[in-house]
C-alpha cells in the first residue's frame, strides 16, 4: 500500500473512532449532568406534593407530574464551544418507595436512590438525546489532524531508535547507503551489534553478502565459538553458506595424510607435513586409548615411539631425514617438544587461539620422574584416523 492511501485509510479510521468515543462520552456526561440536576430537584418536588397529596401513590404521582413538567425538555450545561449533545429530555419516569413492590420497569436503564424522612426512594427514568452531528465530525476530524499531525512531525521513539542504530552502523564502517540498507533489516539488539561488528572487522564481506547472511535462516545461531568458527571459514575462502555449516558443525578432528591436510570442526585446512604426522601419532594414541605419553627423558630418546612415527612419515612420503633421525637414534623428548609446539603454533594461526585450545594438549608433571605426560584434550569420540 502506498503512503498516501495508508495515511489516509488511517485518518478515516481514526476519524470513525474518535466519533465513536467523543458521542459516548457526550452522552455519559449528559447523564451524569442530569443526575446531579434530579439529585438536586427530586427532594423539593417530594417536599412540596407532601402538602398536596392524601397518600403515598398521589406523593410519587404529584412528583412525577411536576418533575415533567419542570424538565421535559432539560437544557443541561456543555462545557464546549461545540456541544455534541444539544439536549437531554426525560422521556419516561417512575417514582416509588423501596419498600414497596418492585415496579416492573425493564426500559429504564437509569436510577437514583435517596433518604427522605423515613423513606427509602427510588426514581427510575429513561432519558432522550438530541445531538448535533455538525458539531461532532468537526471535532473528530480537528483531533484526529492534530494526531496524524503530532505523529508525522514529532519524531518517535521508534525513529530514534533507528537514527541511533544507523549511527552505530556507521561506527563499524558502512557508508551511509549501506548502514541504511542494514537498519532496514535488522534491530540494535545485542546479537546484531555484536555479530555485524565482527563480520565487518574481522572479514572481507561486501554488503551483498552481509545482506544474504542476515537473511539467512541459521543466522540465530552465531554466538559466542559459532560466530568465530564462521568467521574463521570466510577468511579461509568459503562461500556464506558453506560458512554456515562449518560453524553448525560440533568439535571433531579427523586426517588426510595423503594430502596433507586435517579437518577440524567442518573446516579442512592445509598443514605442514611433519607437525601433521606428529598431530597424527598423538591423535591415534587417544583412539588407541594409550593414554598421556610421557615425554623421553634428556639423552634417552624412545625407540618404539620412533618407530611408530618413521613408519607413519615413510608411508605418507614424509621427509627422508626426519625418518632416518627417528630410525637411528629414536624419538628425542626435544623433537616432540618441537613439533608440539609447532601444532600448537599452526593451529593458533590458522583458527585462533580460543578456537584452537580444545584441539590441543593437555599436560601433566609424573611425580616418579618430574617429566610431563602429554596427550590431546579432544575426547576420543571425536576423533577419527
Not at 593451529?347 to 584452537?356: M, P
Request: net charge negative; glycine share 4%.
Amino acid at each position: 500500500m502506498k503512503p498516501l492511501a495508508k495515511t489516509s485509510l488511517l485518518f478515516l479510521l481514526s476519524v470513525v473512532l474518535i466519533t465513536l468515543l467523543l458521542s459516548a462520552y457526550a452522552r455519559f456526561s449528559a447523564q451524569q449532568s442530569v443526575r446531579e440536576s434530579l439529585a438536586t430537584q427530586l427532594p423539593t418536588a417530594i417536599e412540596v406534593a407532601l402538602v398536596n397529596s392524601n397518600n403515598r401513590q398521589d406523593l410519587f404521582r404529584l412528583s412525577a407530574e411536576r418533575l415533567l413538567q419542570t424538565m421535559d425538555e432539560f437544557e443541561f450545561k456543555n462545557t464546549t464551544r461545540l456541544p455534541i449533545v444539544q439536549r437531554a429530555s426525560i422521556k419516561q419516569f417512575v417514582l416509588h418507595d423501596a419498600e414497596d413492590s418492585p415496579l416492573a420497569t425493564p426500559d429504564l436503564h437509569q436510577q437514583l436512590r435517596w433518604q427522605q424522612g423515613s423513606m427509602n426512594l427510588i426514581a427510575s427514568y429513561q432519558l432522550g438525546f438530541v445531538y448535533n452531528p455538525a458539531n461532532l465530525l468537526i471535532q473528530s476530524v480537528l483531533i484526529a489532524l492534530i494526531g496524524l499531525v503530532t505523529v508525522k512531525l514529532v519524531p518517535s521513539a521508534h525513529w530514534h531508535a533507528k537514527s541511533d542504530w544507523l549511527t552505530t552502523l556507521k561506527s563499524y564502517h558502512f557508508d551511509q547507503t549501506e548502514a541504511k540498507l542494514i537498519s532496514e533489516i535488522t534491530e540494535n539488539t545485542p546479537f546484531f551489534n555484536h555479530l555485524l561488528q565482527r563480520v565487518r572487522e574481522e572479514t572481507s564481506l561486501d554488503i551483498t553478502q552481509i545482506a544474504q547472511l542476515i537473511a539467512s535462516d541459521n543466522i540465530g545461531a552465531l554466538e559466542g565459538k559459532t560466530l568465530s568458527w564462521f568467521i574463521t571459514a570466510i577468511k579461509r575462502g568459503l562461500c556464506i553458506d558453506e560458512s554456515l555449516a562449518v560453524a553448525a558443525q560440533d568439535d571433531s578432528l579427523s586426517f588426510a595424510l595423503a594430502r596433507q591436510e586435517l579437518t577440524i570442526h567442518g573446516l579442512t585446512i592445509p598443514f605442514p607435513k611433519t607437525p601433521l604426522f606428529y598431530y597424527f601419532w598423538y591423535a591415534k594414541r587417544k583412539v588407541d586409548k594409550l593414554g598421556p605419553f610421557l615425554n623421553p627423558a634428556h639423552g634417552k630418546p624412545d625407540p618404539v615411539a620412533g618407530a611408530e612415527l618413521s613408519a607413519i612419515m615413510e608411508a605418507h612420503n614424509g621427509h627422508l631425514k626426519a625418518i632416518h633421525d627417528l630410525e637411528d637414534a629414536g624419538l628425542k623428548g626435544k623433537t616432540l617438544d618441537q613439533n608440539r609446539n609447532k601444532i600448537k603454533d599452526e593451529l593458533t594461526q590458522l583458527i585462533g587461539d580460543e578456537l584452537a585450545e580444545p584441539y590441543l594438549f593437555s599436560s601433566e608433571r609424573d611425580p616418579k620422574t618430574a617429566r610431563y605426560l602429554y596427550e590431546l584434550v579432544l575426547p576420543t569420540a571425536l576423533i577419527r584416523v
